[in-house]
């Protein structure tokens, strides 16, 4: 991090370590140069002017050696005074000149950066000065010091203050105090070499902390001794934390810097030092600046919770890591970065859930989550933040038997992350993404998601819109859609199958052959066959980026398929056909069987996909009875199958009975049980002809003529049709001249076509009928005949597939040619080759293939045929498409692009350009994971940007656009391929990516703005890496006045993931102020611009006066500075513990020198807001209020404010403060706010005067006319 212009970058590990309490500052005499103090070559030259003496001979090669300990050490023999007289010099050199500006700015700061969070104090000084005890006592602060040898031990436990490491100077002249000073190489051998307690000390420093060298030279004797005795350690074996040193360093000498101070074990952070000066204000700037930074918890966790929360987690440079700074952040064992993450408003993206998930911890992280980990290292170990070992406190305990399933108790953090998922339950990624981690809910999710949903239903029923509109203003995800509803109720009863836990039944099967069929083994078999669903994403179609309509099927959120809880059901049961146990055990199981169908169907019902008049059976199913159609394709069927089974051998035992269930299935709901009514009716002597009649004619004869029926209604006609009565014929025979009724088909069907669908149900009908041997009536035989003439090519099928509504054909089946419906895959490379040349039938109304599937199963079988097609010059580019769809797949695409990016790269153009959404959707998900034929990647998303593509360039949805548009897939892909390469900062742009960037921010080819607002929502990035071609080529874009089209678009992208970097912010001052008065061009970004300006106001920015940023919020419209009032609230909160600090440093200059000065901006909103943000300041709560009371009015809702107020306790510390904040926000609103009441008694109970305020009065009479 970067803290001022020009100066060092601060690294991530070095600022989480030092917030977390582990860093300990290591002062040389650089720190003392604004005092007029000199380093150590000036030092000796001092000595010698004021000893009178010039070096000698041996002491001058010393000296210019730089060994200047033993040049001290030399002139101490020489000198007649000798070691006395030296010291006394020194003392005199070491007048440090404290009237100089800011000669004491960078030991304050040190003192302030060296101050843990708890109050202790850790830091250590090789300097001989008492700048630092000044410094202390004219801000009032105590401290504690310790001058060697008398040193304390480096543990937390032991040490609170200042050490003076090699001695520190008398107050008043005293021989033994300056003989103790350890300043030649006698005396640095004796506290290193010989008495060794300087290098005991450092030693154990280094072991317990991490140390920052701050004020030392690369070649600085002191530092030589210490990283010695450090060396030494090291080859003893000893592991020490990672050392800093900031480091200064001549222009253009950087590398060579950095290669010196590494092999002193150190990482260096260096900054520039102009050649021939001393001008080290860089370091001293950088010091000030991150004392207040740290002072005012801005470095703090939760500050850090607020600067990214609504920024889109991606790649940066390797310095850059804000990613790692969040988990870092939210891994805080207190829990309150977490609930700083859940509480803040907006809530953050759901995209957050990614990293979350990474498994990025290894063994040593365990400590931060209070596992204590073993002593023996475990490198297999990975965990991620949402699934981790917890503590043994929360841990189940190892037993032989419990009371149920046990989950691991939550600790703080899992708690709040857990409140932030269930903001976001319209959110379908969420839905997949715990189907994908295994589907069994928590128990403690379970309530937090039901709480929310009975919190919805409860609102919608008392029509509260008001609360409805606020919720989904926080997040749009927050309340699910009806949609989505059902998918919820499946995800809480445990419903959805996990892709973790397989069951079978061959376990099941070999007891049943042991024991036969007991109590226990029906009701373990009803738990193998629960009917449960599997959950993916759903099958992207589109090839252009033009907007979608709502979705109406669920489908189309959340793909998801009816299956059973045991894997391999069709196989388990084919095993078991045979087996006289089997046979025996069936009667017993149908009404078990019928049930679990019941609840199959009841499922589709609840997904949308069954109702009374139709499910889905008939297609996953064609025949009830057995037949080679039924493919076994789904396992759910099976329950249809054991259904029908069971009903067989219930009717070889029991044939009433039989008959019996048979007519209580007409009865039941769904056509399934219907079709197996049917299925039983055509059995002879078990159900009546004259009730199968009534039967089809039911409903207005619906399941006559119904697609879900068709299969059982026309074998019925077959088997039974002779033993029909001929009232009964009769009845038949008219319902069938009649046709099916127009109802049952959509109103857009052509006459001509209707007719000729009526003539052929028409003859179907009658032509089965007849061929059961009966004769046909009269009409029904004139009817019949003069079909028949008119459409002589019209026959009965032999194979019987006129009787199916769907009819599934492939190579080697019987009669593949005579009618394809549901085709298959050829599983031969010859003849998949053969049937990728016919063309799908492009208006077929019932027609699909099993190619999308085949694609996924038989990768090679797949491309070897596409391979074959394309030597012959042939690309069947809507095969192609489904290819890459499949492909795209998380488990498929690595092994997809080795093998078919070489033929990919030789598509014409044309064939590029027909299937660019799918090639580019493809391209981008090999990005992630690419680790060959980089020159293939790379020419191909050059083709695809050379190519024409659909636009549609509206810039209100510019993100969104982006996006799913192909030139915005090609841009992400080439990102993802950058960042893979993990980029540092100041690395420039890779030749081989740089011309395509370069490229995309042409703004002369309209498709490529897809590209530049994804290459503006990496800004920082870009910046951070090529700063010249970004000023250059990507910030013009942001640039109003020249292109207003480019610049809405360009700030979009960036403000979709908006976060602050000093140096971009004042390399784009004009535009980002300018924006401002563009405000309602930014659409749904508007308010994230309002926030960010607020953040960046909250942090001075060199160049940026307090005057330009008043003016910028001015021009805030109502709404705006409403957001820029919650950004206040966010950033105080965030401050944590720091917060009063933050208030009197931050905010309340702010507000002083920035906020608007206009009445008429003021709103009951803003109010709400600036109420929030006077009880946030805590401690400073009386003079916040003070400050923000003008712009307060009474809300229309105070409830929150006032229970915040409650929760803070502060009318208990300020009541008189509290109780005009209440006065101020509560008129006579029609519902009291429900801490009303406990406030009032606290504020009576602190100060008792006030219950005779004419406010606290006036209170008081509300709340009991409110019933509070």
């Not at 700061?109 to 104090?121: E, K, M, T, V």
């Not at 810097?257 to 260096?268: N, T």
């Not at 059973?564 to 056909?577: F, G, I, K, Q």
């Not at 596409?866 to 069947?876: S, V």
């Amino acid at each position: 991090m970067q803290l001022v212009a020009n100066g060092p970058d601060i690294p991530e590990a070095l600022l989480q370590a030092h917030e977390e309490g582990l860093v300990v500052f290591f002062c040389g005499a650089g720190i003392s140069y604004p005092a007029g103090l000199p380093g150590f070559k000036g030092l000796v030259d001092a000595i010698y002017h004021l000893v009178g003496t010039m070096p000698n001979a041996i002491e001058e090669e010393a000296y210019k050696r730089k060994q200047f300990d033993a040049t001290l050490d030399l002139l101490e023999r020489r000198l007649p005074g000798q070691r006395l007289a030296v010291r006394k010099a020194l003392a005199e050199a070491l007048q440090p000149k404290l009237r100089r500006k800011g000669a004491t700015d960078t030991h304050a700061a040190l003192l302030q950066l060296a101050r843990s969070r708890d109050g202790a104090l850790r830091l250590v000084t090789t300097n001989f000065d008492r700048i630092f005890e000044r410094v202390a006592k004219r801000n009032k602060q105590s401290i504690n010091t310790y001058a060697a040898p008398m040193l304390p031990i480096p543990k937390n436990s032991r040490w609170n203050g200042l050490v003076y490491l090699h001695g520190l100077l008398p107050e008043r002249s005293d021989a033994s105090a300056l003989n103790q000073l350890v300043l030649t190489s006698g005396d640095f051998g004796l506290a290193y070499l010989t008495d060794r307690w300087a290098a005991r000390f450092i030693s154990e420093l280094f072991r317990n902390y991490v140390v920052c060298f701050v004020g030392y030279s690369i070649n600085d004797p002191v530092l030589r001794y210490m990283m010695d005795a450090l060396a030494a350690d090291r080859r003893l074996g000893e592991t020490t934390p990672q050392a800093y040193a900031l480091g200064d360093c001549a222009p253009g000498q950087e590398s060579g810097k950095i290669i010196e101070w590494e092999a002193k074990g150190v990482v260096p952070i260096l900054y520039e030092v102009p050649a021939g000066t001393r001008d080290h204000s860089a370091l001293h700037r950088t010091l000030k600046a991150w004392a207040e930074t740290y002072r005012d918890g801005i470095l703090g966790k939760e500050r850090i919770v607020v600067d990214y929360a609504m920024a889109h987690p991606s790649a940066s440079t390797r310095q850059d890591d804000f990613v790692g700074r969040m988990l870092w952040a939210l891994s805080h064992e207190s829990g309150l970065p977490a609930k700083r993450f859940a509480d803040f408003d907006p809530v953050p993206p759901l995209d957050w859930l990614e990293p979350f998930s990474e498994k990025c911890y290894r063994h040593g992280d365990l400590a931060r989550f209070g596992v204590p980990p073993h002593a023996e290292v475990d490198d297999k170990l990975c965990f991620s933040l949402v699934c981790r070992p917890a503590p043994h406190t929360r841990t189940p305990w190892m037993m032989l038997v419990s009371g149920g399933p046990m989950d691991s108790q939550w600790d703080d953090r899992m708690r709040h992350l857990a409140r932030w998922l269930v903001q976001h339950l319209d959110n379908p990624d969420l839905i997949l993404w715990l189907a994908q981690h295994g589907g069994l809910l928590h128990d403690q999710l379970v309530r937090l998601i039901e709480d929310k949903l009975d919190t919805f239903a409860r609102l919608e029923r008392e029509g509260n819109t008001d609360e409805l509109a606020r919720i989904r203003a926080q997040s749009l995800d927050a309340i699910p859609r009806p949609l989505l509803r059902p998918m919820w109720r499946l995800l809480l009863t445990n419903r959805v199958k996990s892709p973790w836990r397989g069951l079978d039944l061959y376990r099941w099967k070999d007891r049943l052959k042991r024991d036969g069929l007991t109590a226990t083994l029906r009701f373990e078999l009803r738990e193998l066959l629960a009917p449960k669903v599997a959950l993916e994403k759903p099958f992207c179609w589109r090839e252009d980026d033009t907007e979608t309509e709502a979705p109406e099927r669920l489908k189309q959120l959340v793909d998801w398929e009816l299956v059973l809880a045991a894997d391999h059901v069709h196989s388990s049961l084919n095993d078991l056909a045979d087996a006289e146990c089997w046979r025996n055990a069936l009667p017993a199981l149908l009404e078990d069987f019928q049930q679990l169908l019941r609840d199959a169907l009841d499922l589709l019902r609840e997904l949308g996909e069954a109702d009374d008049r139709g499910d889905r059976s008939y297609w996953d199913l064609p025949s009830i009875s057995p037949h080679w159609q039924n493919r076994g394709f789904c396992d759910w069927v099976a329950l249809i199958e054991l259904v029908r089974d069971a009903w067989l051998a219930v009717r070889e035992s029991d044939p009433a009975r039989a008959t019996q269930v048979a007519q209580t299935w007409f009865a039941a709901p769904y056509p399934t049980f219907k079709r197996l009514a049917l299925f039983a009716a055509r059995h002879d002597d078990c159900i009546a002809p004259a009730q199968w009649v009534d039967w089809l004619l039911a409903d207005d004869a619906w399941w006559l003529w119904s697609f879900d029926t068709m299969r059982e209604t026309l074998r019925l006609l077959v088997k039974q049709g002779l033993h029909l009565t001929p009232q009964a014929r009769g009845q038949l025979e008219t319902a069938i001249l009649a046709g099916p009724p127009r109802a049952m088909y959509q109103d857009d069907i052509e006459p001509e076509r209707w007719q000729n669908w009526v003539d052929r149900s028409v003859w179907l009908h009658l032509a089965k009928l007849k061929s059961s041997g009966g004769n046909l009536g009269l009409a029904a035989t004139e009817r019949l005949g003069a079909l028949s003439a008119a459409h002589p090519e019209w026959r009965l099928a032999n194979n019987e597939c006129d009787e199916f509504s769907r009819w599934t054909s492939g190579t080697g089946d019987p009669d593949f040619e005579d009618n394809i419906e549901v085709d298959l895959a050829p599983r031969k490379r010859g003849e998949l080759v053969h049937w990728l040349k016919k063309p799908p039938p492009s208006k077929h109304l019932f027609y699909e293939d099993t190619w999308r599937e085949t694609c996924r199963a038989r990768f090679f079988h797949c491309a070897y045929a596409l391979c074959d097609l394309a030597r012959e010059r042939q690309w069947p580019s809507g095969r192609w498409r489904e290819a890459l769809q499949a492909w795209s797949e998380e488990e498929r695409v690595l092994r997809s692009w080795r093998f078919i990016a070489p033929l990919v790269q030789t598509m014409p153009d044309e064939m590029l350009r027909d299937i660019a959404h799918s090639l580019t959707w493809w391209l981008k998900a090999v990005s992630k994971s690419l680790d060959r034929h980089e020159d293939i990647f790379l020419g191909l998303c050059r083709r695809i940007l050379a190519l024409p593509h659909q636009d549609g360039m509206d810039t209100d949805q510019s993100v969104t656009r982006a996006i799913n548009h192909p030139v915005g897939h090609v841009t992400q892909a080439l990102l993802n391929l950058w960042f893979k390469r993990k980029p540092n900062d100041n690395d420039k742009l890779p030749a081989d990516l740089e011309p395509i960037f370069t490229q995309l921010c042409d703004i002369g080819v309209a498709q490529f703005r897809h590209g530049r607002v994804l290459l503006a929502s990496r800004l920082i990035a870009l910046f951070r890496v090529d700063r010249s071609w970004t000023e250059a080529h990507l910030l013009p874009l942001f640039d109003w006045t020249i292109d207003a089209a480019e610049a809405r678009a360009a700030w979009k992208g960036f403000l979709w993931s908006p976060r602050l970097y000093r140096p971009l912010l004042i390399a784009f001052k004009t535009q980002f102020l300018d924006t401002v008065r563009h405000y309602s061009e930014l659409g749904e970004h508007a308010q994230q611009f309002a926030a960010f300006l607020t953040y960046a106001a909250l942090d001075p920015v060199d160049t940026y006066t307090a005057e330009e940023f008043q003016t910028a919020l001015g021009a805030l419209p109502q709404e705006g500075l409403h957001k820029a009032a919650q950004a206040l609230v966010q950033a105080l909160e965030g401050a944590g513990e720091q917060r009063e600090d933050y208030w009197v440093n931050r905010i309340q200059p702010f507000w002083q020198a920035i906020w608007p000065k206009s009445r008429q901006l003021a709103s009951k909103s803003i109010a709400g807001s600036l109420a929030q943000l006077s009880i946030a300041a805590r401690g400073q709560f009386p003079a916040a209020l003070a400050a923000v009371l003008d712009w307060v009015q009474p809300i229309e809702h105070p409830h929150f404010v006032v229970r915040l107020l409650h929760e803070s306790g502060l009318p208990g510390r300020f009541p008189e403060d509290a109780l005009c904040l209440l006065d101020a926000i509560i008129d006579n609103q029609p519902r009291a706010p429900r801490k009303l009441g406990q406030c009032l008694n606290a504020i009576a109970k602190a100060a008792p005067a006030l219950e005779q305020n004419h406010r606290y009065q006036r209170l008081t009479e509300y709340s009991r006319r409110r019933g509070i």
